[in-house]
């Protein structure tokens, strides 16, 4: 029988039915992995269009990685195409899953775990947050009765619109405010108000690799802007939001996951301008700020933005408290109304405790202390990596803050195997493929220095060194 595609709404285009509809079977696994599509002609015979129709939906979903082409055979869907969904063959219940390569890698139970980008559990003021707990259920003796608003604790609110007026010059009301249970939340909300199917997103490359998992399942069409120590090229992202009108564009300038790299001040002014420009919104994601080694990095793009372009997710959970799992999202009106009914259909607001104790721990004096403690210890952790890794002959950029070296090894490497044989040697890293929009980057991994401490980094670093020295050809491998 004949599938019907309907002529469809002036702003839907015959090609992007075909091309939901040719995505939507293999989302549902009917299509799967390296199976073999229909032929152009069998398909504009099915649907009742036109071969070119078809042909054109084909390439869109060839640019986006969700089918590939076999000379003279025909197009295949893509293994790894990350809007593929993991449908399970379970009679009862079959789910639609949607991989996190990242997490992946973090659900591996290792003991030298240089894929955390997280802070060492023994560089926090342990022993006194029992006082700050203790503080809150004497301060709201019912914190535990009651829900907090889907947009977050008032007073939390308030005191975090002045510490950023403070410092930042962002000049923000609480309503313009939401909090979240940490920015991994706050980058999904986003990208489910505001992207639907083939949506064009701008992703750094590389890039924090969940928000590629998160845009793909949204089904955005994801185009690279290279990132470098000096910043982008903007006269490249000019002609990329000029030719592509993106939605958005993810960024994360400030000690960038996985590089390290910070924005200069300059390009971040004319980013705005160009957002505004080209109507695109800027996400921008803060999660390092604080972690500096010697300068305090230059202003979010937040504090240049007087249109409304700029939305400025700010997580606290990597270096305040991870337990806590708290984060913000500013940004104007218009889009906050979008975001607080996302939330509420989420959630009914992130945990009250948690808002209450991040609200006391964080503006205490001693909080601010124990930042000034933390970036030292990080920056110790950091040369011990780069001393340890010096006779290798793999390169890195030595960043001035934040949790990761991002290393490129002499030679591409069989990422599948390094990490496979690390893992057997208790050791996981972070391949750069996976931070990598177009899954290119085979010669980089991302190595954290800021969760295992002194002797564990030694020794796993040893072991891991000499994993590499097994799989990397002996002549490439350096001296170490
Ligand atoms: C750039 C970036 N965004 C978001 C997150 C997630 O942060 P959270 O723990 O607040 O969800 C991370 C964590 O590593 C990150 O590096």
């Not at 398909?43 to 590939?68: D, I, S």
């Not at 202390?369 to 950091?382: D, N, Y």
């Not at 011990?384 to 001035?400: D, H, K």
């Not at 097994?470 to 170490?480: N, W």
Request: charged content about 25%.
């Amino acid at each position: 029988m004949k599938k019907e595609i309907s002529s469809g709404t002036l702003s839907e285009k015959l090609f992007e039915q075909v091309y939901d509809y040719v995505l939507e079977r293999i989302r549902r696994g009917e299509w799967k992995a390296d199976e073999k599509l229909p032929s152009v002609r069998q398909l504009a015979v099915e649907l009742n269009v036109h071969r070119l129709t078809v042909f054109k939906a084909y390439q869109l979903l060839k640019q986006n990685q969700h089918v590939y082409v076999k000379d003279k055979s025909g197009y295949y869907v893509q293994s790894s195409s990350m809007l593929q969904v993991a449908r399970q063959d379970d009679p009862i219940v079959s789910a639609y899953v949607h991989k996190s390569h990242l997490s992946e890698i973090h659900q591996v139970q290792a003991a030298y775990q240089f894929s955390i980008a997280l802070l060492d559990p023994n560089l926090l003021p342990n022993l006194y947050f029992s006082e700050y707990v203790k503080k809150v259920f004497d301060l709201y003796p019912k914190v535990l009765g009651t829900y907090s608003t889907t947009q977050g604790d008032l007073e939390l609110r308030e005191a975090l619109c002045h510490y950023f007026t403070k410092h930042y010059r962002f000049f923000l009301s609480p309503s313009e405010l939401l909090i979240t249970s940490g920015s991994q939340e706050a980058i999904d909300l986003i990208a489910r108000v505001l992207i639907k199917n083939r949506d064009v997103v701008l992703l750094e490359r590389p890039t924090y690799s969940p928000a590629i998992d998160v845009f793909r399942r949204q089904g955005a069409t994801t185009i690279s802007v290279e990132i470098h120590p000096y910043g982008y090229d903007l006269e490249e992202v000019e002609r990329l939001m000029q030719q592509h009108k993106p939605r958005l564009f993810y960024l994360n300038p400030t000690f960038h996951n996985p590089t390290g790299y910070v924005v200069p001040a300059k390009q971040r002014k004319r980013l705005v301008e160009l957002a505004e420009k080209y109507h695109c919104l800027l996400v921008e994601d803060d999660p390092c700020r604080d972690i500096y080694f010697e300068e305090e990095p230059p202003l979010p793009l937040f504090s240049y933005d007087t249109a409304g372009y700029v939305i400025y997710i700010r997580s606290f959970s990597k270096y305040i408290a991870p337990g806590l799992s708290i984060a913000t999202v500013a940004c104007r009106p218009a889009c906050m109304n979008y975001l607080l009914k996302a939330k509420s259909l989420a959630d009914s607001g992130s945990p009250l405790l948690n808002q209450k104790i991040f609200l006391h721990y964080f503006f205490s004096e001693r909080m601010q202390q124990h930042l000034a403690k933390l970036r030292t210890a990080l920056a110790m952790r950091k040369e011990l990596m780069e001393a340890e890794l010096s006779g290798t002959g793999w390169e890195w950029y030595s960043p001035t803050g934040g949790f990761n070296l991002w290393i490129k090894l002499p030679v591409s490497t069989p990422m599948d195997t390094l990490l496979s044989k690390s893992i057997e040697q208790s050791i996981t890293f972070v391949p750069g493929s996976i931070c990598d929009p177009v899954r290119e980057l085979t010669t980089w991994i991302r190595m954290s220095y800021s969760f295992l401490n002194d002797q564990q980094m030694r020794e796993g670093l040893k072991r891991f060194i000499q994993v590499t020295k097994e799989i990397v050809p002996h002549d490439k491998c350096g001296s170490a």
